[in-house]
């Protein structure tokens, strides 16, 4: 393997130098947050030109606005057991109307199915054993924690860009940490749950956002 030359080295830096010294002339800013879009370290000068945003984050917030554009209509729906009224926001019509609950009475539904054998009340290691599959356990798992966070009161909005048109709940503490002698309970406490859009999910599950 080659090694550059003392003297090669020095030419490197001194171009690299005059590049970022050119680029910050004139520097692209990020399409959502409007900072600069700042070069990384070792990251060639020519891919800070190409990039549209300063991260990530600023990406899917910018890309969860631009859903909102598309016409969308709002219809009112009432919740068959609390008669409350629902706002619903959709381009889809049949498919609004089909909504029958709000979120607290839908949550509350499920409990009053699961009372003979609470979920809550069972450990991660037990639910695993009883079920066929793991994607089964998960998907239990998840049922209840969504239960939950609609029972505390929390708004269903991405707690990082309070897109509310699709969230997904999220465990902060993810569910493989726990042991298998713990409750659900403890797992899908409230304080362990937070609301997040697809993106944010995503970007939280592969330790690209912080909450």
């Known amino acids: 393997m080659s090694?550059?030359?003392?003297?090669?080295?020095?030419?490197?830096?001194?171009?690299?130098t005059q590049a970022l010294q050119r680029y910050y002339q004139d520097p692209n800013h990020c399409q959502h947050c409007k900072e600069v879009i700042?070069?990384?370290?070792?990251?060639?000068?020519?891919?800070?030109?190409?990039?549209k945003f300063c991260s990530h984050a600023c990406a899917s917030m910018f890309?969860?606005?631009?859903?909102?554009?598309?016409?969308?209509?709002?219809?009112?729906?009432?919740?068959?057991?609390?008669?409350?009224?629902?706002?619903?926001?959709s381009d889809c019509p049949s498919s609004a109307r089909k909504r029958k609950y709000c979120d607290?009475?839908?949550?509350?539904?499920?409990?009053?199915?699961?009372?003979?054998?609470?979920?809550?009340?069972?450990?991660?290691?037990?639910?695993?054993?009883?079920?066929?599959?793991?994607?089964s356990a998960r998907n239990a798992i998840r049922k209840n924690a969504y239960s939950v966070y609609a029972q505390?009161?929390?708004?269903?909005?991405?707690?990082?860009?309070?897109?509310?048109?699709?969230v997904e709940i999220c465990h902060i503490r993810s569910v493989s940490s726990f042991a298998n002698f713990e409750l659900i309970a403890t797992i899908n406490s409230p304080d362990n749950l937070v609301a997040l859009c697809p993106n944010h999910h995503w970007e939280f599950d592969h330790h690209l956002l912080s909450l």
């Not at 700042?38 to 990039?51: D, N």
């Not at 607290?104 to 991660?124: D, G, I, V, Y």
């Not at 505390?152 to 699709?166: H, I, L, N, T, W």
């Open 3 to 16: 090694h550059q030359s003392p003297g090669g080295q020095a030419t490197a830096i001194k171009l690299r």
């Open 63 to 89: 890309h969860n606005l631009k859903r909102r554009v598309p016409a969308r209509r709002v219809f009112t729906i009432q919740c068959q057991t609390c008669k409350q009224s629902l706002l619903i926001e």
């Open 38 to 51: 700042k070069v990384k370290a070792h990251e060639p000068v020519y891919e800070a030109r190409r990039r």
């Open 152 to 166: 505390s009161g929390k708004p269903f909005k991405c707690a990082v860009c309070q897109y509310d048109m699709r």
């Open 104 to 135: 607290k009475c839908r949550s509350l539904r499920f409990a009053a199915n699961a009372a003979p054998n609470p979920l809550s009340q069972r450990t991660k290691g037990e639910i695993f054993s009883a079920t066929r599959s793991w994607q």
